[in-house]
């Protein structure tokens, strides 16, 4: 099946800092990723939708201003989490999605433990 | 708007047993597609199985087959053969068109030696 990388699997960033979460497609290209964010014993949030060449799609509730998403070509998009706080402390997962005529699955990351002190 | 529902929140079985884990949606979209993710301790969301709605035939992937009963709204994961591996929680998700993938809330399966 397709992968998707995301770098780095573990963070731990200062309070007040800015941490980069990348999510590449390393075998297809991805006109659509989607980041996540999951707490423990739950499902997977949907943060926002990124598409390629255009602004993310942010979902209800969430700080565009705060979860900067880029998604700059067919095969990445990053998560910047700026002026971090201890709440921002989670696992963030990305994914990407095939094209309709290769099935529309969609693919998921690694996943990045993000842990702010 | 589409929901899933994952009934069960927890499940356990020996291994080598069948397990099915059950999954209802509703939606009113004639095409779409039906996915059973697994997450293990690791994290890693893995797809396991896919169903397109349009066929009728059950999608099967080895030890894992599903029982697709669209007019039901019904989308099953069977585990046969279960193995230690595959303890993890297991996610239903839904997808039609562009649209977003929506989830379940999951069900956690422990496999018992």
């Known amino acids: 099946g397709a992968v998707v990388s995301q770098h780095p699997s573990r963070v731990i960033c200062k309070s007040g800092t800015s941490v980069k979460i990348e999510c590449r497609s390393l075998?297809?290209?991805?006109?659509?990723m989607f980041w996540y964010r999951q707490f423990p014993k739950q499902s997977l949030m949907l943060m926002a939708t990124s598409n390629e060449g255009s602004k993310a799609t942010y979902e209800q509730g969430v700080e565009k201003d705060k979860f900067l998403i880029n998604h700059a070509s067919l095969t990445l998009s990053t998560l910047t989490v700026t002026s971090a706080h201890p709440e921002d402390s989670s696992f963030y997962i990305c994914?990407?999605?095939?094209?309709?005529?290769?099935?529309?699955?969609?693919?998921f990351g690694e996943g990045s433990w993000l842990t702010v002190v | 708007a589409q929901t899933v529902t994952q009934s069960q929140p927890e499940m356990s079985v020996q291994e080598a047993e069948t397990v099915t884990l059950s999954c209802t949606y509703d939606?009113?979209?004639?095409?779409?597609?039906l996915f059973w993710y697994k997450q293990p301790p690791s994290r890693q969301m893995i797809l396991v199985i896919r169903?397109?709605?349009?066929?009728?035939q059950n999608a099967t992937e080895n030890r894992f087959s599903v029982n697709f009963q669209k007019a039901a709204k019904s989308f099953s994961l069977k585990i046969s053969d279960s193995q230690l591996g595959d303890t993890a929680m297991y996610f239903c998700?839904?997808?039609?068109?562009?649209?977003?993938?929506?989830f379940g809330k999951g069900t956690m399966l422990l496999v018992s030696p």
């Open positions: 169903q397109e709605a349009y066929k009728q």
């Open positions: 075998d297809f290209q991805a006109t659509t």
């Open positions: 994914s990407a999605r095939e094209d309709e005529s290769s099935g529309n699955t969609i693919y």
């Open positions: 998700a839904f997808i039609s068109g562009y649209s977003t993938l929506t």
């Open positions: 939606t009113s979209e004639n095409n779409y597609y």
